[in-house]
């Protein structure tokens, strides 16, 4: 279970071997929707919380090409630990924090679409090197 990787899109992620879609550890994918719908909620109700100087912050650090990837990384990462501060404390701070990734992903996407593919490959940096552990855990805790 720790090869699994949960796809932006819900999806499971596969390879090709012989020219045939492979996909890894078998996953219901029944469990992937549930934790999808659950997250896409979630986010619903962040993304009104997200102020858009965060956001317009962001997108100026990512417009700067002198920036490395880590620090970009670095940056977005920032960003993501203090809106979870005002996240309430019923939620889990892992899921608060996968959750506004991806919210300011789209808001950023969204306010700068030439930057749509520095801030994707940026935001799945983030999310493997924080968050790996915790989406293998949920995805485990989903299936049981």
């Known amino acids: 279970d720790d ?3 949960l796809q932006t899109d819900g999806n499971r992620s596969g390879h090709l071997q ?3 879609l492979v996909f890894g550890p078998e996953v219901n994918e029944e469990v992937i929707r549930i934790i999808a719908a659950q997250l896409a909620e979630i986010g619903d109700q962040f993304d009104k919380e997200i102020k858009a100087r965060v956001v317009n912050d962001l997108v100026q650090h990512f417009l700067n090409e002198n920036l490395s990837g880590e620090e970009i990384t670095r940056r977005m990462s920032e960003a993501v630990e203090g809106l979870a501060r005002a ?3 019923d939620m889990e701070r ?3 924090m996968l959750v506004l990734a991806m919210v300011l992903t789209k808001k950023i996407a969204n306010t700068m679409p030439s ?3 520095r801030v994707f490959r940026t935001t799945v940096n983030y999310i493997s090197q ?3 552990n915790y989406i293998v855990r949920m995805v485990s805790a989903v299936r049981q």
């Open 3 to 5: 090869e699994l990787e």
């Open 18 to 20: 012989n020219g045939e």
């Open 87 to 89: 996240i309430p404390s």
């Open 94 to 96: 892992e899921k608060a």
């Open 115 to 117: 930057l749509l593919q």
């Open 130 to 132: 924080q968050l790996h």
